[in-house]
């Protein structure tokens, strides 16, 4: 499995902006669907975006749909997160995941990711 380490997160006010990083190790990170979920506290984990091993195929969850982006690097092991126009609902903790899975169906369920990052907290204030 892969070993992700997520960094970027903060305390930000609506509206505003922040980049959220994601570092892979290990030499096969072009092999992985990465995806980026959040919780929110008191509630369940949602899936926000996820992107093919290329970077060709993204998608993302209704209500970041336009505001968030997803990108990756594959030559750094890395994928990003640019959330701009940020609501106070976006708060709660970011996770980055890795899954093989090929099925793009799949890739908003969370079960469907064996590789989770340790989280970065996201914080905005109204």
């Known amino acids: 499995q892969v070993q992700l380490v997520e960094s970027g997160g903060g305390l930000v006010q609506a509206g505003g902006s922040l980049r959220l990083s994601c570092t892979a190790s290990?030499?096969?990170?072009?092999?992985?669907?990465m995806g980026w979920f959040r919780q929110a506290h008191g509630k369940q984990r949602e899936f926000v975006a996820a992107?093919?091993?290329?970077?060709?195929?993204?998608t993302y969850e209704d209500s970041v749909n336009g505001r968030f982006t997803i990108s990756r690097d594959n030559a750094k092991n890395l994928v990003s997160l640019q959330m701009d126009n940020l609501k106070p609902e976006d708060t709660g903790v970011y996770y980055c995941?890795?899954?093989?899975?090929?099925?793009?169906?799949?890739?908003?369920?969370?079960?469907?990711?064996?590789?989770w990052g340790q989280g970065t907290q996201v914080t905005v204030s109204s």
């Open positions: 992107i093919s091993w290329s970077g060709a195929t993204t």
């Open positions: 995941a890795a899954t093989q899975s090929g099925a793009r169906t799949a890739w908003s369920r969370d079960e469907m990711y064996p590789s």
């Open positions: 290990g030499s096969t990170f072009g092999s992985y669907v």
